[in-house]
């Protein structure tokens, strides 16, 4: 299935995008990310973004509004013509586990790891059986394995997650006399593409929470919660900080943008049902908290510009260090000063730049003063709207892609592919890993093999597939 918005310069580089989730109307952080990317490449290249066929597409996604192609790949034979037409490939993690060939590319590849998702995994299967457990973080820690094994250029969100990545390739091998020798900083390989935001600021449309929203007046003071309800978050907190609030003002709202996320292959974590139950259990569902299934990518700029507070609270998990919140770009670009936790990089930015509040793990009472003192703030939004500017300006689609484009600009294969063959007992992936998934993936592709797929597909979730 191919969405075609424009002619293609066939003269310019071909840029292939291979997402690891859904892209739409309805999208999560790796579809909102590889969409953006494809518009910032498209200024320079030919582009193609690609779902890859072990995705399950419900909707045709619409075309876009810059010069790029979309395409459907519904069996790996697409998959493979796109790669052959490529100058450069671009994908996540997720991608080289699931599609393995293009671990064995002659091309350069470059790895998006600004997900760093096994840490995640370790508190999501943290209930499950220990042979499951075990088996999941082996698929998770496979994937990180093989796509930093493979890749010619990676890319990371952060400092830390630049530093997280250095050790992990460390072990791998691929801090070598060949890397070093390229450049000392090892810039060549590894540089920080954090998640962006619209250079556009956002219009507002048409009204779709006060006033309109069932349970939400016209005057009321709205906090979102952008983005999507995970497990290693602390939706929990927010809802009964509300519960403190409810006793004291009448007129503040907390909204749940998405408690259904597009991707089906993503099974609905428990945290959904644990803060809706929360929510109904103190009574404040509908009246204080509102939940909404999911908003979609264009329709967000609405809500965002409606609230008056942007909310996003965590736990205190190894998770949380390494994490990049890309709903804080959101409250960002829509002027929205924010409530969050403290203990990962985006909650630094928020203490540096005094963009809003920032309070400790798990602590309600603090929620509610941090939501109760910025509102009594006079002229709220128009405070902070000076800062959170000037923070916005900084993560940019057009400005934090530049590493990216750079690099498709010049794309060169990494110095260190053929010595990283003959390392004994490395942990990158051996010719017959590869070959045995490749096999398996073609399999898949039989009748035989879609309904063998489709029985285990209802018992394991995709690596790297969240917000």
């Known amino acids: 299935?191919?969405?075609?918005?424009?002619?293609?310069?066939?003269?310019?580089?071909?840029?292939?995008?291979?997402?690891?989730?859904?892209?739409?109307?309805?999208?999560?952080?790796?579809?909102?990310?590889?969409?953006?990317?494809?518009?910032?490449?498209?200024?320079?290249?030919?582009?193609?973004?690609?779902?890859?066929?072990?995705?399950?597409?419900?909707?045709?996604?619409?075309?876009?509004?810059?010069?790029?192609?979309?395409?459907?790949?519904?069996?790996?034979?697409?998959?493979?013509?796109?790669?052959?037409?490529?100058?450069?490939?671009?994908?996540?993690?997720?991608?080289?586990?699931?599609?393995?060939?293009?671990?064995?590319?002659?091309?350069?590849?470059?790895?998006?790891?600004?997900?760093?998702?096994?840490?995640?995994?370790?508190?999501?299967?943290?209930?499950?059986?220990?042979?499951?457990?075990?088996?999941?973080?082996?698929?998770?820690?496979?994937?990180?394995?093989?796509?930093?094994?493979?890749?010619?250029?990676?890319?990371?969100?952060?400092?830390?997650?630049?530093?997280?990545?250095?050790?992990?390739l460390s072990a791998l091998g691929r801090v070598n006399p060949f890397t070093h020798d390229d450049d000392p900083l090892l810039e060549h390989l590894l540089q920080i593409v954090p998640f962006g935001l619209p250079a556009e600021a956002p219009r507002y449309r048409r009204p779709v929470l006060k006033g309109v929203y069932p349970g939400i007046e016209p005057d009321d003071k709205v906090v979102i919660w952008g983005g999507g309800i995970w497990d290693w978050l602390d939706a929990q907190t927010a809802v009964k900080a509300m519960a403190l609030i409810a006793k004291r003002r009448s007129d503040v709202k907390l909204f749940f943008m998405g408690t259904q996320r597009p991707n089906p292959m993503v099974a609905p974590m428990n945290a959904v049902e644990e803060v809706i139950a929360l929510s109904r259990r103190l009574e404040l569902t509908d009246r204080y908290v509102m939940f909404h299934d999911w908003v979609p990518y264009e329709d967000r700029q609405d809500y965002l510009l409606e609230a008056d507070i942007g909310i996003g609270l965590h736990r205190d998990l190894l998770e949380t260090r390494f994490a990049f919140r890309s709903r804080f770009l959101d409250y960002l670009?829509?002027?929205?000063?924010?409530?969050?936790?403290?203990?990962?990089?985006?909650?630094?930015?928020?203490?540096?730049?005094?963009?809003?509040?920032?309070?400790?793990?798990?602590?309600?009472?603090?929620?509610?003063?941090?939501?109760?003192?910025?509102?009594?703030?006079?002229?709220?939004?128009?405070?902070?709207?000076?800062?959170?500017?000037?923070?916005?300006?900084?993560?940019?689609?057009?400005?934090?892609?530049?590493?990216?484009?750079?690099?498709?600009?010049?794309?060169?294969?990494?110095?260190?592919?053929?010595?990283?063959?003959?390392?004994?007992?490395?942990?990158?992936?051996?010719?017959?890993?590869?070959?045995?998934?490749?096999a398996w993936n073609r399999f898949k592709e039989t009748w035989v093999g879609r309904l063998v797929s489709r029985v285990l597909s209802r018992s394991r979730r995709a690596p790297g597939a969240r917000a």
């Open 333 to 438: 670009w829509a002027g929205l000063p924010m409530v969050t936790t403290e203990g990962d990089v985006l909650s630094e930015l928020v203490v540096g730049s005094q963009l809003g509040k920032v309070i400790p793990p798990g602590d309600e009472q603090g929620a509610m003063e941090a939501i109760l003192g910025l509102l009594d703030t006079p002229n709220l939004k128009e405070s902070y709207r000076p800062r959170l500017a000037e923070a916005a300006a900084r993560y940019r689609w057009d400005v934090v892609t530049e590493p990216l484009v750079a690099f498709c600009r010049e794309p060169r294969l990494a110095p260190d592919k053929s010595y990283l063959r003959t390392l004994p007992g490395r942990l990158s992936p051996k010719p017959w890993e590869l070959g045995r998934r490749i």
């Open 1 to 168: 299935m191919v969405t075609k918005a424009h002619s293609l310069d066939t003269s310019r580089k071909h840029v292939l995008l291979i997402t690891s989730d859904v892209i739409g109307d309805r999208m999560a952080g790796p579809g909102i990310r590889f969409w953006e990317f494809s518009r910032a490449l498209s200024r320079d290249f030919q582009v193609t973004l690609a779902v890859p066929p072990y995705l399950q597409v419900r909707e045709k996604p619409r075309a876009p509004d810059f010069p790029a192609r979309v395409r459907i790949c519904r069996r790996s034979a697409d998959l493979r013509r796109l790669v052959a037409e490529a100058d450069v490939i671009v994908t996540l993690g997720a991608v080289v586990l699931m599609c393995p060939e293009l671990a064995r590319l002659e091309k350069p590849l470059v790895v998006d790891s600004y997900d760093p998702f096994m840490l995640a995994g370790l508190h999501l299967y943290a209930g499950a059986s220990g042979e499951r457990r075990k088996a999941v973080h082996e698929r998770y820690r496979k994937a990180h394995l093989w796509a930093l094994a493979s890749a010619d250029f990676i890319l990371c969100a952060s400092e830390r997650q630049k530093d997280y990545w250095l050790g992990m």
